[in-house]
Each structure stands twice: as structure tokens, then as C-alpha cells.
């Protein structure tokens, strides 16, 4: 943001992100693949702790 001001004006730039608006299709009938993720009680243990 930047504003600029003289005795006679004040103006002001302000830059917003703006998500675009998105509208869904018909989904129904896409396949999806379920990948299965194996993780150890190790693994569990030592991200716990890191946490």
C-alpha cells in the first residue's frame, strides 16, 4: 500500500490477491485411485517428537 498526500490531494494505491471464482462441473462418474500409505509406529514416534 502507498500513500501519497500535497495540500491539495491525497491518494492512495492499495494491491489485493484475489482468488478467482471457480465453478464446478458435473463430477460424478470420475474415478479416483486411492493410493494406501504405509507408516510405522517408528515413524510415528520419531515425527512425533520432533513436534
Known sequence: ???E???ERLAYTAVFDVAPKVKL???S???LEQ???DISEEETSRVLEEV
Open 1 to 3: 500500500s502507498e500513500v
Open 35 to 37: 493410493k494406501k500409505t
Open 5 to 7: 498526500s500535497t495540500e
Open 29 to 31: 462418474g470420475l474415478s
Open 25 to 27: 462441473e458435473s463430477y
